[in-house]
């Protein structure tokens, strides 16, 4: 990984833990310290462009871009900035191969976390998943779930959001496949051509339009 200097980051334990209480007490204790260093948060922006693994890793996906700030592997976790949410795209349910935390910088969204009714493994479809917690989260919300929960985000246009990862713990994510977005709606490929693809790596260009979006909003310098 590549950083202009050293940061407080460095010193963060490890993230790979099976126990989600103590990821959530780990994680929002860096996520709420990094909300408010501005000077650092600017920094990783400005360094993901000096970053080939982190410019790889910062994408475009049918949800929504994201930024890879910091990757610390070795120590279990990846921390991300997320922003131009597709709104039309978040009606599904899905889960993720990890366990993260997130907190909101700007904006909001509606958040269902939803309950499987075949088992906590495995594909499932929306007839197998349930509304269990309907909450509304604002700039300052912050909240943790495990890789075997189900949940939807349905974000304002405006939402930023910082998200740390953990480790992967299963092979494979799953949504309700009968209800994902049309292929029309995913980002467009790179390469002038290919086909529209539901995540690929940002371009320079892209990287610096949400480098931009971030400065004009006032969350980094």
């Known amino acids: 990984m590549v950083t202009a200097t050293a940061s407080w980051l460095d010193d963060v334990p490890p993230l790979d833990t099976d126990d989600l209480r103590q990821m959530q007490r780990l994680s ?30 910062s994408r475009v996906t049918l949800l929504l871009n994201r930024l890879s700030l910091y990757q610390a592997a070795d ?23 990890y366990a993260f935390a997130t907190r909101v910088l700007a904006g909001g969204y509606v958040h269902v976390v939803r309950r499987r009714t075949n088992g906590w493994a495995g594909p499932f479809a929306g007839a197998d998943v349930e509304p269990a917690v309907v909450s509304v989260e604002r700039s300052g919300s912050a909240y943790t779930l495990g890789e075997s929960m189900v949940h939807q985000a349905v974000m304002e246009p405006d ?30 490929a790179a390469l002038p051509g290919n086909e529209p693809e539901e995540s690929r790596p940002c371009t320079l260009p892209e990287y610096q339009r949400m480098r931009a979006y971030l400065i004009e909003r006032n969350l980094i310098g």
């Open 28 to 57: 929002r204790t860096v996520l709420d310290r990094l909300a408010s260093d501005r000077e650092l948060l600017t920094q990783l922006v400005n360094d993901i462009v000096r970053d080939p693994e982190r410019m790889a890793a």
């Open 75 to 97: 120590r279990g976790f990846e921390i991300r900035l997320n922003m131009n949410p597709r709104p039309d795209n978040q009606l599904v349910p899905h889960d993720h191969c």
């Open 159 to 188: 939402t930023v959001t910082l998200f740390v990862r953990g480790p992967r713990r299963k092979r494979l994510s799953y949504a309700a496949e009968e209800l994902m977005p049309p292929p029309v709606t995913w980002p467009a």
